[in-house]
């Protein structure tokens, strides 16, 4: 182990679940002899809570600030979840880890023991994801859907006070890391919603240039398995992106043969209406980033074939309007 010059100083945004990420990759460090101290960043995702994220501009709503702080050497290492991290990072930053995936699922937290099946055709379920939104819609064309930001604990008051709601959708690794997997009602089937790519995983930022945070955070955390999977869904995603936020699910499985690696990999993108939608299946073998991240782009190209550059097409315009003042 290269001993840090000065305890390694890791960035997070304040909120109870990015504080629990956080805590848990400072106890593996410190498993390791690393000393480590939090430091504490709010970003513009946390600050601007009035709006419902399609709304904001770029697509770093949760990370700008911790990237900013790190560029400047202020932190050494950023703990995100995977699914928060633009798909291309800035210049002089680069992912030193991935692991610890919890469910990826999405889990329909709902009051007085509702479940998927037993939701009113016409029920409200509150979301500020458009991914969660078109496939809500896609699957059950007669809910109504409202808006909701916040973190997890806001989320769930939210739905307490709201007795015209019915349910909210969150992601299941933020509630079971928060001890609140009691409250999910259902955790929704991929065929209902696929998740964001590199949803449940960690990932850890470092400098490019910062070879003892990047070892550090590496041995620390880096899972291989993880990394090829969250590999290929981000690699679909990429090639979907386009510069705007799109309803793109991805879920990539791994499969451990005698001699080599299988990755197997779902995409799923869906109209903001959700009358439209295509949807695919790759797999192939993959030992390395590089071949995952090929399958996930290969797969983004079948979905465009049939039919998901048509479907992003009218995304994009609807994002290119303007957007009027409240």
């Not at 979840?81 to 210049?91: G, Y």
């Amino acid at each position: 182990m290269t001993p840090a010059l000065h305890p390694l100083r890791i960035g997070t945004r304040a909120s109870a679940l990015a504080v629990w990420q956080t805590e848990r990759v400072r106890a593996r460090l410190a498993e390791l002899g690393y000393a480590t101290e939090r430091v504490e960043i709010r970003t513009t995702g946390d600050v601007v809570q009035e709006l419902p994220l399609s709304r904001l501009g770029g697509r770093a709503f949760f990370t700008k600030q911790l990237d900013d702080a790190m560029l400047e050497g202020r932190i050494d290492i950023a703990v995100h979840s995977l699914k928060d991290l633009p798909t291309e990072l800035p210049a002089g930053i680069t992912l030193g880890a991935v692991g610890l995936r919890e469910d990826a699922h999405d889990a329909l937290v709902a009051r007085e023991g509702l479940q998927w099946s037993t939701l009113p055709k016409t029920a409200v379920i509150a979301t500020s994801s458009q991914r969660r939104r078109a496939q809500l819609l896609r699957a059950s064309p007669d809910l109504r859907l409202s808006d909701i930001r916040g973190n997890v604990d806001t989320r769930l008051e939210k739905l307490e006070r709201r007795t015209d709601w019915s349910a909210i959708v969150l992601a299941a690794a933020g509630l079971i890391r928060l001890g609140l997997g009691a409250r999910i009602s259902e955790s929704l089937p991929f065929e209902v919603m696929l998740p964001a790519p590199g949803q449940g995983a960690l990932a850890a930022t470092v400098r490019v240039d910062d070879r003892v945070s990047g070892e550090a955070v590496h041995r620390a955390l880096h899972d291989e398995a993880t990394a090829l999977a969250v590999s290929a869904e981000r690699a679909l995603l990429r090639r979907l992106e386009g510069g705007c936020q799109v309803p793109v699910g991805a879920h990539a499985t791994i499969e451990r043969q005698a001699d080599r690696t299988i990755v197997e990999l779902w995409g799923r993108v869906v109209a903001l209406d959700g009358k439209a939608s295509v949807e695919g299946r790759r797999s192939g073998p993959a030992t390395t980033v590089e071949e995952a991240d090929a399958l996930g782009a290969a797969l983004a190209e079948d979905l465009l074939i049939e039919g998901a550059e048509n479907i992003l097409r009218s995304i994009r315009d609807v994002a290119a309007q303007p957007i009027p003042e409240p």
